[in-house]
């Protein structure tokens, strides 16, 4: 499955940005679970949600009650809207699959940058 990320950008602490991923590559979009996310530069990339269906979300600490993230198996799109967005948010975000019951996410986007700055 092929992923593209859209919806970075620069946003002022306390805005809001809503990301997009869109698949391609797939008739089965809805058997994939579906992840976020992020790498601030000297960091680790660190899982900010996952979905495999309104049943199955987690989210990181750091993001609870600021972040949703959802999906739309018929666009074969994922989203992830950010809300009261801290600076210590900005990283490059990237969209990632995996098959329903695999271990690792195996397919991944190019990222999306996000800065949160004044």
């Known amino acids: 499955v092929q992923l593209v990320e859209s919806g970075g950008g620069l946003v002022q602490p306390g805005g809001s940005l809503r990301l997009s991923c869109a698949a391609s590559?797939?008739?089965?979009?809805?058997?994939?679970?579906m992840g976020w996310f992020r790498q601030a530069p000297g960091q680790q990339r660190e899982l900010v949600a996952a979905?495999?269906?309104?049943?199955?979300?987690n989210y990181s600490d750091s993001v609870k009650g600021r972040f949703t993230i959802s999906r739309d198996d018929a666009l074969r799109t994922v989203y992830l809207q950010m809300n009261n967005l801290r600076p210590e948010d900005t990283a490059v975000y990237y969209c990632?699959?995996?098959?329903?019951?695999?271990?690792?996410?195996?397919?991944w986007g190019q990222g999306t940058q996000v800065t949160v700055s004044s």
């Open positions: 590559g797939t008739t089965r979009f809805s058997m994939y679970v």
């Open positions: 979905i495999y269906n309104r049943f199955s979300i």
């Open positions: 990632a699959a995996k098959w329903r019951g695999e271990p690792e996410f195996d397919s």
